[in-house]
């Protein structure tokens, strides 16, 4: 990981080696675009095999590889900026050297660069779609974990760009940054849904404010189990606690914690605790039903399974704004949603749960 981060790092370090002759009268050396472009084109980042996932040397070399090909990418488009700034192609390419440079290091000397090539492009380029993707990038920089303030910057892209959807992108950076403060936070989901409620950001929001304005409220859930065809419904697992669970067989991280999930199901089923899968696999017609059935009969999943058949686009687990899984809810035995934020607290939240609902001995108070 160490040869990853210097690779990257390296990146970094070329963006101070001649911004400032972007824009400059063009040298004599300066390769034609066509030739740049050609060499970006042969520089193809590695695809990776899905299949090779849980190989963590595959991973560590596909990694290492995808990097000094983005890093020499990197390089090509400076080079293309300095010697043709004003190349059509510019505006996405000096896009993907920023997302490069600014995922190779987190440290304040790369982030004090990178913020400097992104001021140079702002004051040189005449290219408007190339100015907006520089405003975006300083509103992004500014973006700081808990600061509770929308920075200026921000303000500044969406100010001059009031339509264009990358102003809720960075609310919603900004929103995450000050989660632990939830009134702030909420201010921002608040303001993202009023500002761009058609935006996949501002469905986000919204999703997330109902999770946070639903804790302690009754929960509502009725579907036919995808597995065997019976019906279930939180009313009539009422006295439960139910552990709702948003998955899908093709979410590494779900498959993953499964046999934990498992563990934790054989033993508390027989004290009034119940699964419901919530499945985000893809539609019938992709397979994922099958899938899901599959999966769930081979690995001997035993709670019910709710299949939405839509993927992310799910209305349920859209409508609760799950945007990353897995993801796990707690709807406590009087059918009211306890947790939306369970992943990883299963093991002391159920057993408190259930204490919770034992009858007191007489004299308790």
Same mark, same amino acid.
């Given at each position: 990981?160490?040869?990853?981060?210097?690779?990257?790092?390296?990146? &970094?370090?070329? &963006?101070?080696?001649?911004?400032?002759?972007?824009?400059?009268?063009?040298?004599?050396?300066?390769?034609?675009?066509?030739?740049?472009?050609?060499?970006?084109?042969?520089?193809?980042?590695?695809?990776?095999?899905?299949?090779?996932?849980?190989?963590?040397?595959?991973?560590?070399?596909?990694?290492?590889?995808?990097?000094?090909?983005?890093?020499?990418?990197?390089?090509?488009?400076?080079?293309?900026?300095?010697?043709?700034?004003?190349?059509?192609? +510019?505006?996405?390419?000096?896009?993907?050297?920023?997302?490069?440079?600014?995922?190779?290091? !987190?440290?304040?000397?790369?982030? !004090?660069?990178?913020?400097?090539?992104?001021?140079? #492009? $702002?004051?040189?380029?005449?290219?408007?779609?190339? !100015?907006?993707?520089?405003?975006?990038?300083?509103?992004? +920089?500014?973006?700081?974990?808990?600061?509770?303030? &929308?920075?200026?910057?921000?303000?500044?892209?969406?100010?001059?760009?009031?339509?264009?959807?990358?102003?809720?992108?960075?609310?919603?950076?900004?929103?995450?940054?000050?989660?632990?403060?939830?009134?702030?936070?909420?201010?921002? $989901?608040?303001?993202?849904?009023?500002?761009?409620?058609?935006?996949?950001?501002?469905?986000?929001?919204?999703?997330?404010?109902?999770?946070?304005?639903?804790?302690?409220?009754?929960?509502?859930?009725?579907?036919?189990?995808?597995?065997?065809?019976?019906?279930?419904?939180?009313?009539?697992?009422?006295?439960?606690? #139910? #552990?709702?669970?948003?998955?899908?067989?093709?979410?590494?991280?779900?498959?993953?914690?499964?046999?934990?999930?498992?563990?934790?199901?054989?033993?508390?089923?027989?004290?009034?605790?119940?699964?419901?899968?919530?499945? +985000?696999?893809?539609?019938?017609?992709?397979?994922? $039903?099958?899938?899901?059935?599959?999966?769930?009969?081979?690995?001997?999943?035993?709670?019910?399974?709710?299949?939405?058949?839509?993927?992310?686009?799910?209305?349920?687990?859209?409508?609760?704004?799950?945007?990353?899984?897995?993801?796990?809810?707690? #709807?406590?035995?009087?059918?009211?949603?306890?947790?939306?934020?369970?992943?990883?607290?299963?093991?002391?939240?159920?057993?408190? $749960?259930?204490?919770?609902?034992?009858?007191?001995?007489?004299?308790?108070?």
């Amino acid at each position: 990981m160490r040869k990853i981060v210097l690779n990257a790092s390296a990146a &970094v370090l070329v &963006v101070l080696s001649g911004l400032a002759a972007a824009g400059s009268v063009r040298a004599a050396d300066d390769r034609p675009a066509d030739q740049i472009l050609a060499d970006l084109k042969a520089a193809e980042l590695p695809k990776f095999e899905v299949s090779k996932r849980d190989d963590r040397e595959a991973v560590m070399k596909y990694l290492d590889e995808r990097t000094k090909v983005a890093t020499r990418r990197a390089e090509l488009i400076l080079e293309l900026y300095r010697a043709h700034p004003d190349n059509e192609q +510019l505006a996405p390419l000096m896009t993907e050297r920023w997302q490069t440079l600014g995922s190779g290091s !987190r440290g304040p000397l790369s982030s !004090r660069n990178l913020s400097r090539e992104v001021d140079e #492009v $702002l004051k040189a380029t005449k290219n408007e779609t190339l !100015r907006l993707n520089a405003l975006f990038e300083k509103g992004s +920089l500014a973006i700081r974990p808990r600061a509770k303030e &929308v920075p200026p910057e921000v303000e500044e892209f969406i100010k001059q760009a009031p339509h264009d959807e990358r102003g809720a992108r960075l609310l919603y950076m900004h929103a995450n940054a000050v989660e632990d403060d939830a009134k702030a936070h909420q201010d921002l $989901l608040k303001r993202l849904v009023a500002d761009y409620p058609e935006s996949p950001y501002g469905k986000m929001a919204e999703g997330t404010i109902k999770q946070m304005e639903s804790v302690g409220k009754p929960f509502d859930l009725e579907f036919t189990d995808a597995i065997n065809d019976s019906p279930v419904s939180i009313k009539g697992l009422k006295g439960k606690v #139910v #552990v709702i669970d948003f998955w899908a067989t093709w979410c590494g991280p779900c498959v993953a914690e499964l046999p934990e999930m498992k563990k934790l199901y054989e033993e508390y089923r027989g004290q009034g605790v119940e699964f419901i899968g919530v499945s +985000l696999d893809e539609s019938k017609e992709a397979g994922g $039903l099958d899938k899901l059935k599959e999966f769930v009969a081979k690995n001997e999943i035993k709670w019910p399974q709710y299949y939405q058949g839509n993927g992310w686009e799910s209305e349920f687990s859209r409508g609760w704004g799950i945007h990353s899984i897995p993801a796990l809810f707690v #709807v406590d035995p009087d059918g009211k949603l306890h947790s939306v934020n369970a992943r990883g607290k299963l093991e002391t939240m159920i057993p408190a $749960l259930l204490k919770k609902k034992e009858p007191k001995a007489e004299g308790e108070d």
